[in-house]
């Protein structure tokens, strides 16, 4: 066996990444980093390290970690932990809300869920939010709370004169909001996680199920399982509740969120598709996205067809605009998420595949696709549209930044 293979083995099973999903040269270049900082010139030498010295895979962990995150993420899951925690403060229960963000990378995610419940008016001494991930580097960061432009993103900024002060390396988050989250160490994939027989209302598990294997999305889920209460939620990346397929757990009907419940308390609330449909979005277009096509008759008309629920007249007079009209990837969009709505699958993949062509770096259109194959059960296309989605979010957030 290579070198290169007993690293991604030992990586593997410290971590639980699909190491080949990420590419290959992302353990290359994770290894010659360390290699260059330790001054190790042969890759044995260096793997021998990784044997002997507990520390050196936490550090090799560290360069793999995709830490990629930032304050509002989606939008949605936070709108519906608003919601959730709203009706859970209606309903009088006595104790507090326990709340869990796992993987919470630097910290952007549980903050941004103290934010949303303060928002929501419950006070911080009705909740408490745990927070682990595996990286230390990550973990430190977030404890340190300060954070630059690329954590916040998105139009979302209004809390941002409220939570935070303007410091020399970007913002630091308030006290208030840095002592409601409580940071640990930890692994998902780990049983360690749930011996002291912690368990939570509420778990954001976002952005890291995909990048395992099938055996360790069940190992990871299974220890979810262990954490989560009778009744709790889990929110979960856009492209992961397909994930949780026959494992007991169901989609939940918040919208534009992906969330599930387990089978028996969802049972009188089931709506399997809510998450397909939160990620096809409603049929009206976000203002910023408008163009010069989105504002004519037409467009609009078939929108308002699509919301009426009319969706073979919708496509009809879609398919008419496309002849009239220059092609434009919104169309396709927008075609796409009628044939979600009529449960066709295979059209909508088509739509955004002309949208994509195009428009290559059309978010929403390959984010929708991710969902699609996950539900079509393609595990390659799937993790395919989801690495895309990731390098065209990098690229746009660096050319906005520039
Ligand atoms: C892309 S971030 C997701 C952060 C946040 N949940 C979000 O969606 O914005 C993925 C994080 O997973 C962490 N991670 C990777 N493997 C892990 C594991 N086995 N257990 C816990 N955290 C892990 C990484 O360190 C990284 O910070």
Wanted: net charge positive; glycine share 6%; with cysteine.
């Amino acid at each position: 066996m290579t070198i290169n293979k007993l690293l991604e083995d030992r990586l593997k099973n410290a971590m639980g990444l699909n190491l080949r999903a990420l590419g290959t040269s992302t353990l290359k270049n994770a290894v010659s980093r360390r290699m260059r900082c330790l001054r190790i010139e042969d890759r044995e030498s260096y793997y021998n390290l990784v044997i002997c010295k507990r520390s050196e895979i936490n550090e090799l962990i560290d360069e793999i970690a995709i830490n990629e995150t930032w304050f509002f993420r989606d939008n949605g899951p936070f709108a519906a932990l608003q919601k959730y925690a709203g009706n859970w403060l209606k309903s009088g229960v006595g104790s507090s809300l326990r709340l869990l963000s796992i993987p919470c990378s630097t910290g952007e995610e549980p903050y941004s869920m103290a934010i949303s419940l303060l928002e929501a008016g419950i006070p911080a001494s009705l909740f408490a939010i745990d927070a682990i991930d595996i990286s230390n580097r990550a973990l430190a960061h977030a404890k340190r709370g300060i954070f630059d432009k690329q954590s916040f993103r998105g139009r979302n900024r209004i809390f941002q004169n409220q939570y935070f002060k303007k410091h020399k390396a970007g913002h630091i988050i308030s006290e208030k909001i840095k002592n409601s989250v409580r940071f640990f160490r930890g692994n998902l994939l780990d049983m360690r996680l749930f011996v002291t027989g912690a368990q939570y209302d509420i778990i954001f598990c976002r952005n890291l199920l995909i990048y395992f294997d099938d055996h360790n999305q069940k190992r990871a889920i299974a220890n979810l399982d262990e954490l989560l209460t009778a009744d709790g939620v889990i929110f979960t990346g856009h492209a992961e509740p397909g994930i949780f397929a026959g494992s007991g757990f169901i989609p939940s009907s918040f919208p534009m969120a992906f969330a599930l419940t387990r089978k028996s308390a969802a049972a009188s609330n089931n709506q399997p598709d809510s998450g397909l449909r939160a990620a096809a979005g409603r049929f009206t277009i976000p203002a910023e996205e408008e163009t010069l096509a989105f504002k004519s008759l037409d467009f609009a008309a078939i929108q308002s067809m699509a919301e009426a629920e009319h969706y073979e007249e919708a496509i009809a007079m879609a398919e008419k605009y496309c002849k009239d009209n220059a092609p434009s990837p919104h169309i396709f969009f927008l075609m796409a998420r009628i044939f979600v709505e009529m449960a066709n699958l295979r059209q909508a993949a088509k739509m955004l595949k002309k949208a994509l062509y195009l428009d290559p770096n059309f978010l929403e259109a390959i984010k929708l696709l991710v969902v699609i194959y996950k539900r079509q059960g393609d595990e390659t296309n799937s993790l395919a549209f989801e690495l895309r989605s990731q390098r065209v979010e990098m690229r746009l957030t660096a050319e906005k930044s520039c």
